[in-house]
């Protein structure tokens, strides 16, 4: 992999990363769904002018429909329904029956999911060594929550965990079929199309919820947490990653992803001068370790 994807790679996954510290803003001054619906409508709000923009500029013909292949459609149309609709839905509902324990453990598996999903569309199976470092890396995952978070705090509710894996599987899809298609017409285009999509989608939903009473009463920090989420998260993250999973290969790439908890652990100790305790490091040591040997090989 070269530099550039790398870097995009971790520009994404610091994005990420800083995620839950925006959700926890978010969800207390706003209903959980009725903040997950906004984190997608918002971002296709901002993604339209955005369109038009890229529209109006030389590159503009990956943003026209007539000029896309015939199979980078429907990529597009899965990347945006499953990374922006049912993710977001999913995994919302799943953490309000099950513990965050577990729904954070389950989360931790999506490299391995990734890499899954796209060796199905490649039709190859991944190697011994991929294996052996997704194992060694999940265990790292498994020390880390059930250090910090503890699996006895939340009900361990089946439908809830079903959920949450349901919605691990629709995020590494999206993640597979925005990849393929950024290859085409490009991260940018891919995630942007995608937003707008979702937010489509999801608009018919938000007339059910009482979100101008919701928004009314919304702190300021509320407000500044689903920018984040629909600006951060949403556009320059998917966007970033998209374009470094395209280049940098799918399967090898998305080992990155395990590095997701340790840059919250990092703002945790950082901003929320947690402690950071033994267990935290060996199972740091561990993630890290298991990216270094799945990656020893190039797989994607």
Same mark, same amino acid.
């Given at each position: 992999?070269?530099?550039?994807?790398?870097?995009?790679?971790?520009?994404?996954?610091?994005?990420?990363?800083?995620?839950? &510290? /925006?959700?926890?803003?978010?969800?207390?001054?706003?209903?959980?769904?009725?903040?997950?619906?906004?984190?997608?409508? =918002?971002?296709?709000?901002? /993604?339209?002018?955005?369109?038009?923009?890229?529209?109006?500029?030389?590159?503009?013909?990956?943003?026209?429909?007539?000029?896309?292949?015939?199979?980078?459609?429907?990529?597009?149309?899965?990347? $945006?329904?499953?990374?922006?609709?049912?993710?977001?839905?999913? &995994?919302?509902?799943?953490? $309000?029956?099950?513990?965050?324990?577990? @729904?954070?453990?389950?989360?931790?598996?999506?490299?391995? *999911?990734?890499?899954?999903?796209?060796?199905?569309?490649?039709?190859?199976?991944?190697?011994?060594?991929?294996?052996?470092?997704?194992?060694?890396?999940?265990?790292?995952? /498994? %020390? %880390?929550?059930?250090?910090?978070?503890? &699996?006895?705090?939340?009900?361990?509710?089946? %439908?809830?965990? =079903?959920? #949450?894996?349901?919605?691990?599987?629709?995020?590494?899809?999206?993640? #597979?079929?925005?990849?393929?298609?950024?290859? #085409?017409?490009?991260?940018?285009?891919?995630?942007?199309?995608? =937003?707008?999509?979702?937010? %489509?989608? #999801?608009?018919?939903?938000?007339? &059910? *919820?009482? *979100?101008?009473?919701?928004? /009314?009463?919304?702190?300021?920090?509320?407000?500044?947490?689903?920018?984040?989420?629909?600006? @951060?998260?949403?556009?320059?993250?998917?966007?970033?990653?998209?374009?470094?999973?395209?280049?940098?290969?799918?399967?090898?790439?998305?080992?990155?992803?395990?590095?997701?908890? =340790?840059?919250?652990?990092?703002?945790?100790?950082?901003?929320?001068?947690?402690?950071?305790?033994?267990?935290?490091?060996?199972?740091?040591?561990?993630? *890290?370790?298991?990216?270094?040997?799945?990656?020893?090989?190039?797989?994607?």
């Amino acid at each position: 992999m070269g530099a550039k994807p790398l870097a995009a790679a971790a520009v994404a996954v610091s994005i990420w990363g800083a995620t839950p &510290f /925006a959700t926890k803003l978010a969800v207390a001054g706003l209903d959980p769904l009725a903040a997950g619906l906004l984190r997608t409508l =918002l971002g296709a709000l901002i /993604a339209v002018p955005l369109l038009i923009a890229a529209a109006r500029s030389r590159r503009g013909g990956r943003v026209s429909l007539a000029a896309w292949p015939g199979g980078t459609r429907p990529l597009v149309a899965v990347s $945006g329904v499953c990374g922006f609709v049912l993710f977001p839905l999913l &995994f919302t509902l799943g953490m $309000g029956l099950t513990g965050a324990g577990r @729904g954070a453990l389950i989360l931790g598996a999506l490299p391995v *999911l990734t890499g899954l999903v796209a060796a199905m569309a490649e039709r190859r199976a991944p190697r011994p060594r991929w294996w052996l470092g997704c194992g060694l890396a999940m265990l790292g995952i /498994a %020390l %880390l929550v059930g250090e910090r978070l503890g &699996f006895s705090g939340g009900r361990a509710d089946t %439908l809830g965990g =079903l959920l #949450v894996v349901a919605s691990a599987l629709c995020a590494a899809t999206g993640y #597979v079929a925005g990849a393929r298609a950024a290859r #085409v017409i490009g991260s940018w285009t891919v995630t942007l199309c995608g =937003l707008v999509l979702g937010g %489509l989608v #999801v608009l018919p939903v938000t007339a &059910f *919820l009482p *979100l101008p009473g919701m928004l /009314a009463a919304a702190p300021v920090l509320t407000w500044g947490a689903l920018v984040y989420l629909a600006l @951060g998260s949403s556009i320059l993250g998917y966007a970033a990653w998209y374009w470094a999973l395209g280049q940098g290969g799918i399967a090898r790439t998305g080992l990155l992803q395990f590095l997701q908890p =340790l840059v919250g652990l990092l703002l945790a100790v950082a901003i929320l001068d947690e402690a950071l305790t033994r267990p935290m490091a060996v199972a740091a040591c561990a993630v *890290l370790g298991g990216v270094a040997i799945a990656r020893g090989r190039r797989q994607g």
